[in-house]
């Protein structure tokens, strides 16, 4: 599986994952350089560093510039080019906390552009789960569900079980579940859920 990991400026916990390509999304790339891992190139308009850090950065990282006015967040800029190179697996590392309109537009780029993007955070993490079965391990001390479209979900192996359940966008009583089994299992009949793990 070719993977991209894709680290914001708020990435504290980058994922380390052997031969994954690793991209900086503005100043994410001063995290991953802090971390010991050199950025294939960075994306963004870099209005959240100072020019001399910019002009640092230049002489050892490949920069695409973008204007500060645009209609493209940096993160959905860098996950559209990730996308054209053919990753099938995406991680934007630093995806929550900070500003909510943020952590929300990320969301949406999960839940409307790339279904294989994952939101990385310390302690959290954010996938979809399309038509299918599939195994979640029970290292998460929280697991909820959302359906991104009307949906059929069967849960096995949690606290609160579900078998062949109708769920659709509007509905909320899927939130904080656990795994109680060694892991969770959860088929997908139909539709898509956007699955949230969480520690906190």
Known sequence: MKTAILATPRATDI????GATYIGVDA??????????????AVGDFDSMSPDALEQ?????????????????????????AK????????????????????????????????????????????CLEAGVHRLPARFRNVSFFAL???VITLEGFLYPLDSRAIDVADIYT????????????TIAS?????????R
């Open 191 to 199: 539709g898509a859920v956007l699955c949230v793990m969480t520690d």
């Open 149 to 151: 479209e009307p949906s």
């Open 28 to 41: 994410g790339a001063l995290r991953l350089q802090e971390a010991g891992i050199a950025p294939a190139f």
């Open 84 to 127: 054209e190179k053919g990753f099938d697996r995406i991680v934007l590392a630093g995806a929550f906390g900070g500003r909510v309109d943020h952590t929300i537009a990320n969301l949406r780029l999960l839940a409307y552009r790339a279904r294989n993007l994952v939101l990385y955070d310390q302690g959290q993490v954010a996938f």
């Open 175 to 186: 939130l904080s579940n656990s795994i109680v089994a060694k892991e969770g299992i959860v």
């Open 57 to 81: 950065m230049k002489k050892t990282v490949p920069i695409e510039r973008h204007p500060v006015m645009k209609d493209e967040s940096d993160a959905e800029l860098a996950v559209a080019i």
């Open 15 to 18: 994922p380390v994952v052997a």
